[in-house]
């Protein structure tokens, strides 16, 4: 299991601005956004029972999860460095991150050690 990425969370909210007001940590959004960051890593590993659950909108595990907001946003990038992973959220999530609507964030980290990869994954909730 990954842990919250506190890095990947301040990027994110400094790439909003401060118009929108800080995105909240959320322990159930970094739940989400573990889910799918894990079920990336065992995809990439060739070790998956199934395909990756990278819908954009993952609203139905959301919703399994207790997240009680009804707009859900499933953001991804990878890199060999970790910036590089950062870097490719942000351009994924160039009209969602600020959008003002989003209120909570979840983010996870893993790294591929085969490959060398880092894999990211920011879920932003709003109600």
């Known amino acids: 299991m990954a842990d919250p990425y506190p890095a990947l969370a301040q990027a ?3 790439a909003r ?19 799918v960051n894990q079920s990336t890593f065992t995809y990439v590993n060739h070790t998956a029972e ?5 819908d954009p909108h993952p609203t139905a595990i959301a919703k399994d999860l207790g997240i009680t907001g009804s707009k859900v946003t499933s953001l991804q990038g990878a890199g060999l460095a970790e910036s590089d992973a950062i870097h490719g959220v942000l351009l994924e999530g160039f009209s969602a991150i600020p959008d003002c609507s989003y209120t909570e964030i979840g983010t996870s980290a893993l790294r ?12 932003l909730v709003g109600p």
Do not use: F, H, Q, R
């Not at 199934?50 to 990278?54: G, L, M």
């Open 50 to 54: 199934n395909v990756p659950a990278d």
């Open 112 to 123: 591929e050690p085969d490959s060398g990869y880092t894999l990211v994954v920011v879920v």
């Open 12 to 14: 994110v909210n400094a």
């Open 17 to 35: 601005g401060g118009s929108c007001g800080e995105l909240k940590p959320d322990p159930k959004a970094d739940k989400l956004a573990d889910i």
